[in-house]
């Protein structure tokens, strides 16, 4: 094995820089070095979109793309899905081990204590039109706990930064379920501290004063692996929202805002609505064959399939399928279902997907879920953003307690107008 260095030739001026490696990866900043002469600023690496770039290290989550590999704190995903719960999880992600018995009692007691919103908080959500979207309320009203709770601008305090974030993981599902209450004009139900954190949610979205009233044990676990799923997924455009906009020190609030209207964003929290549109376009498990020779032929795209980062099986797929069919067992059979089914029976047999690495993705069955559990679409995006606010809250700390990271603050090649003189506007 050789040495952990990199040797660089710049041929402008002949001379040879050994880089240090590690990690497998080397310094940008170890390039600056390279100049052609004292005043020459030094050399830069450009990377749009940061394909290629580590923004920092982490200890949170772990991707293999290629072996369909994503565990939390070194934890399997399958094994989360299959045996914790989503505020262990949460818990797992923020604290870095899993919870005792005492701790995850601690915890639960103190998420069950900031479930319900301030007034004015309740005001502002009732101030939106009817059909206001849930993301813009959302973004909205996380925003505007930072003006109800202005202690948390001490972000350097562990103490005012745990109370932040039991507001914040307590809060989120009461403004989800206020907003679509709001938006179907039905009185809020107040969060009810004895329920799970999913039953709780399915509760105050769903409760009418019936008699005997009492939340689908199945659908509240089905919720609540979905919310283990998205609890993290290291450096996407949300989670890399949360930490450049925290990186200025503003408030968990603003930031987490900041996150929220990244995932907004069709490219990022839109696909699973997008799965479902594309379902109800191909209508008929018979018109499946025709719908793949179309995508084959470039018109289209198999949604809720492929992945920027896993070229194999995404390992959320395999278990958010299972909990598909549960699903489908508590409410009634969706067609949907069948269609989603043979798309991917065809598609993983067909020479065009396999040559391409593409498989299904998180995104192929949960959107199914969603509707069986009769969630709105545009409610979808809402959904991903209530668990991904552990992940987004547990970069954030680890962001603020990395000695290596400051202020975000990119380069940029300048390829503008040179220097000119102002004409005024008569001699323009
Ligand atoms: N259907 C058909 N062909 C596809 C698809 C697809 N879903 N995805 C990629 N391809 C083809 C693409 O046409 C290209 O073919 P060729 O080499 O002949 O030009 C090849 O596969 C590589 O595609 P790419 O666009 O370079 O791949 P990418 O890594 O840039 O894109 C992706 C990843 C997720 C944007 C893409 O696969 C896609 O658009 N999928 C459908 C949308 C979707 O399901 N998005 C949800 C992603 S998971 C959500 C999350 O984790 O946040």
Known sequence: MGKDTLTVTDNRTGQTYEIPIEHNTVKALDFRQIKTSTDDFGLMTYDPAYMNTAECKSTITYIDGDKGILEY????????????????????????????????????YRISRHLFLHNSLIEQIQAFRYDAHPMGILISAVASMSTLYPEAKEVH?????????????????????????????????????????????????????????????????????????????????????????????????????AAAAALYGPLHGGANEAVLRMLQQIGDVKNVPTFIEKV????????????????????????????????????????????????????????????????????????????????????????????????????????????????????QVYLGAARRDYIPVDKR
């Open 157 to 257: 305090s562990p103490e005012v930064r745990e109370k932040q974030i039991w507001r914040i993981l307590g809060q989120i599902p009461t403004i989800a379920a206020f907003a679509y209450r709001h938006r179907i004009g039905r009185p809020f139900n107040q969060p009810d501290n004895s329920l799970s954190y999913t039953s709780n949610l399915l509760y105050m979205m769903d409760f009418m004063n019936q008699r005997d009233y009492e939340v689908n044990p199945v659908l509240a676990k089905a919720l609540d692996v979905l919310f283990i799923l998205h609890a993290d997924h290291e450096q996407n455009c949300s989670t890399a929202t949360m930490r450049g906009v925290g990186s200025s020190h503003t408030d968990p609030y603003c930031a987490l805002s």
């Open 296 to 411: 084959k032929k470039g018109e289209g795209r198999l949604m809720g399939f492929g992945h920027r980062v896993y070229k194999n099986y995404d390992p959320r797929a395999k278990i958010i399928r299972k909990v598909a069919y549960e699903v489908f067992e508590a409410t009634q059979s969706n067609p949907m279902l069948e269609i989603a089914v043979e798309l991917e029976r065809i598609a993983l047999q067909d020479d065009y997907f396999i040559s391409r690495k593409l498989y299904p993705n998180v995104d192929f069955y949960s959107g199914l879920i969603y509707q069986a559990l009769r969630f709105p679409i545009e409610y979808f995006p809402f959904l991903f953003a209530i668990p991904r606010a552990s992940g987004w809250l547990a970069q954030w700390i680890e962001m603020l307690e990395d000695d290596e990271q400051k202020i975000m603050r990119p380069r």
């Open 73 to 108: 704190r070194g934890y399997p995903i399958e094994q989360l899905a299959e045996q914790s719960t989503y505020l262990e999880v949460a818990y797992l992600l923020l604290y870095g081990e899993l919870p005792t018995k005492e701790r995850l009692d601690w915890w639960t």
